[in-house]
T-cell receptor, first 115, second 115 residues
């Protein structure tokens, strides 16, 4: 069975400082991993995805994540936070080799950006 | 806008009433998923369709929940005899069977409030 654990329910950073949102995963298969972002009153938007190609994945809006199999981690980072990054972020796992496996979401990390 | 659409965006109903939500996927997508998101949690998978076939429904929360996709295009999710615990955001997503594995595109959701 697949699962993800987001280690922080809330992260607060100052504008212009780095962002780190932590995620550990558990998967019976070689996983596909994703980060989604949810802004208030908006739909979930895919930030980036890992599907067994390069372990360092670049996404939209300057975000990136690194797949570390030895640590079962897929942490999301951004060098410099912007006010518009304030949102809820979800780490998601899916079993790549099982086409019928639905997405499994973490509980989310709320990112606050302080001016 | 050619994204996933959901209707209505908000629904307030009294306990015991039936409600039905509609989802229109991206037009060329043959997979359609339903999720439920409660406050402070990540989305939870309910069911999904490939074309008109419902391939997974064991995760529907109870026999009061049912979903259809009669012509392989739009889908409806019905909740019968609503309870206060059904209050949540109901999300729809769609994807292609081929293409990037498990990359799902989400609609804005229907927020249900049961009074």
């Amino acid at each position: 069975a697949q699962s993800v654990t987001q280690l922080d329910s809330h992260v607060s950073v100052s504008e212009g400082t780095p962002v780190l949102l932590r995620c550990n995963y558990s998967s019976s298969y070689s996983p596909s991993l994703f980060w989604y972002v949810q802004h208030p009153n908006k739909g979930l938007q895919l930030l980036l995805k890992y599907t067994s190609a390069a372990t360092l994945v670049k996404g939209i809006n300057g975000f990136e994540a690194e797949f570390k199999k030895s640590e079962t981690s897929f942490h999301l980072t951004k060098p410099s936070a912007h006010m518009s990054d304030a949102a809820e972020y979800f780490c998601v796992v899916s079993g790549r080799n099982s086409g019928n496996t639905p997405l499994v979401f973490g509980k989310g990390t709320r990112l606050s950006v302080i001016a | 806008d050619t994204g996933v659409s959901q209707d209505p965006r908000h629904k307030i109903t009294k306990r015991g009433q039936n409600v039905t939500f509609r989802c229109d996927p991206i037009s060329e997508h043959n997979r359609l998923y339903w999720y439920r998101q409660t406050l402070g949690q990540g989305p939870e998978f309910l069911t999904y369709f490939q074309n008109e076939a419902q391939l997974e429904k064991s995760r529907l929360l109870s026999d009061r929940f049912s979903a259809e996709r009669p012509k392989g295009s739009f889908s409806t999710l019905e909740i019968q005899r609503t309870e206060q615990g059904d209050s949540a955001m109901y999300l729809c997503a769609s994807s292609l069977v081929t293409g990037p594995p498990h990359e799902q595109y989400f609609g804005p959701g229907t927020r249900l409030t049961v009074t």
